[in-house]
DNA sequence: TATTATGGTGAAAGCGATTTCAACGACAGG
DNA sequence: CCTGTCGTTGAAATCGCTTTCACCATAATA
């Protein structure tokens, strides 16, 4: 392996002299010149392990995600990487599988180990959470939810939902259930429940309590509340979720109970999922930039790496949101 | 920032018995319970840029993805994780946004930069390709070509594709079309047109060249070619798309001309996406274990790097499939 | 002429680990 | 008593880069 020094000699000059070349110090145009050619001949490319140690900075951030194989996290992840990519860093990806405690194992070995700073995809946040983003001792962001103290990118779940619950309530004549996600999950759990319910109530159409029940973010669990709902309560004309994902599930089972195709004007979603959309010709649902939310939560962590003073710094981002298909 | 030598102080040793403590090497008993103290006492944790610098080996592991939002490859990465994390590395993640030759440059950059190995989930293998994966400085596996010469995991899309075939050239009457990907994709472009003609050539009912068309991967090519079909063909009463993505499309194009709920019957994929499946009941289509297929290159891959010996080694393993509704 | 900038330069000091190496005490065998 | 072996040990040499610092020309200013 062709080191700094090798360049150095052949080129004649110092290392620190190839270093600062290299970073843009003092250089002579003529040495400049010997270090290039130097470089290119011997086809060096410098050693990223001995510049980590040495600068303390590795240009990788940590991303920690719920679940990777999820659309709207792999569209988070995609903004990440382009703005990642970008900018000259690269990302070191961590799945918890769903597990909120590997979330606060990773962000302890993110900062003992080599990332610049980390990207949260945040679904709950304890106290131990709150701590671990606190006494973190590089910078981080979160996505997806909002936190007091913490820099973050996030939707206002509670308006979308509000809109969504009151626009619904118009259209809709018959009965309403809802499935949500726990609760433990602010913006998806708590936010998307109590702004749909208030939009419903707000349009003079409330919620009956009797007619929520609780899925686990998951196509099948969707699936299993539908069911267990459409027996439970036959007069139910409209189901809810808390995701497109579960709303699919939803999807199948009045399908399956009420005969195929009926579904389709029968659920609603949040996340305007690709696939459901183009299935269904378009459930309502709430379309969130999550692409966005990647990039612009990667901007901010960068530009406060990077030093870039500006108006920004780490600072909580509201992104909009969209109604689709009401 | 507490290091090595401020725990050899504490402890009363030199810090290489604390190297050698950590790494298991001769240490005395009660030496061994002092740095144990010392290393609690302080919470020291150490430094992998140093570690790395020494060593040379970083623990992190390159992963290049064609897109990350798609279901299979983020199926794959969930299993390249899944055995990562369980085996104490680390993953890069570096998204090429379906363009081959940020795929090259990525092998590059990971070759002079810290990771110990690579897995690729390929797409295009030209002769670059082969040349770059040929001079790759660090272990490399493919994950869904196969390349001669090469480490890799991958599944038979051929013989797939040509089970498929016969499967449905007995159960569709009239005529059947195809909406393929580029044949630049060995895999998923080439092998799977091949086999899925073989197979209906084979149970005599051979495809008509000029009911092929090439889509893009997305849902909005399958939706664009089966329109076009559709219209230059209208006696075309079947369509088989190369993916499942490109058959959602499909499917939606043939409910808008023939109808709600028309299509289902009337396309297959390849992938068994769980959302198609849920919406439509299922159509025929082929399952590959793509966690599997990552979980298999990833232990393939660590094992050539840490030494174990046994059969294993670098080599090519084909992964079974499943034909799925037909 | 005597100063002070100013653009360039290389020697050398780290960054924080791992690993070689020589050495040491103790103890067994000859 | 001498020698060899064994289990341990710490000093010191790297790993490959960045960065300070002292220093040197040369040009600009007083």
């Known amino acids: 392996m062709v080191k700094m020094k090798d360049v150095a000699e052949l080129a004649g000059v110092s290392s620190a002299a190839v270093s600062r070349y290299l970073n843009g110090g003092y250089i002579s145009a003529d040495k400049a010149e010997r270090i290039k050619q130097a470089i290119e001949l011997t086809g060096y490319v410098r050693s990223s392990q001995a510049r980590a140690l040495r600068t303390g900075s590795t240009k990788l951030i940590g991303v920690i995600v719920p679940k990777i194989n999820s659309e709207s996290v792999s569209r988070i992840t995609a903004g990440i990487g382009q703005v990642l990519g970008r900018r000259g860093y690269q990302m070191l990806l961590a799945n918890t599988d769903n597990a909120p405690d590997r979330e606060l194992e990773y962000l302890d ?33 979160l996505i997806g939810q909002h936190v007091e103290g913490a820099a973050c990118v996030y939707h206002d779940d509670y308006e979308a939902a509000f809109e969504l619950g009151r626009a619904l309530a118009g259209r809709v004549d018959g009965k ?30 409330p919620l009956d309590a009797a007619l929520i029940r609780l899925g686990s973010f998951t196509l099948d669990s969707g699936y299993g509340a ?57 459930i309502p649902t709430v379309h969130y930039g999550y692409l966005t939310s990647g990039v612009e939560a990667t901007n901010m962590l960068l530009d406060a790496l990077d030093g870039v003073e500006g108006e920004g710094g780490l600072r909580t981002l509201k992104l909009g949101h969209q109604l689709m298909n009401v």
Do not use: K, W
């Open 109 to 141: 070995l993110f900062q003992n180990h080599p990332v610049d700073g980390i990207v949260l995809v945040a679904t709950m946040i304890t106290d131990e959470h709150r701590r671990a983003i606190e006494s973190c001792r590089v910078p981080i962001v």
């Open 226 to 282: 539908a069911r267990e709902l459409l027996s439970a309560a036959p007069d139910v004309s409209f189901i809810a979720c808390a995701t497109d994902t579960m709303a699919a599930g939803a999807l199948r089972a009045i399908d399956e109970v009420r005969g195929m195709g009926e579904g389709i004007h029968r659920v609603s979603g949040f996340g305007d999922n690709a696939f459901l959309s183009a299935l269904t010709g378009g």
């Open 176 to 205: 309403i259930a809802y499935i949500g996600v726990t609760e433990e999950d602010r913006a998806a759990g708590y936010d998307r429940r109590r702004g749909f319910e208030a939009g419903l109530r707000a349009a003079g159409n």
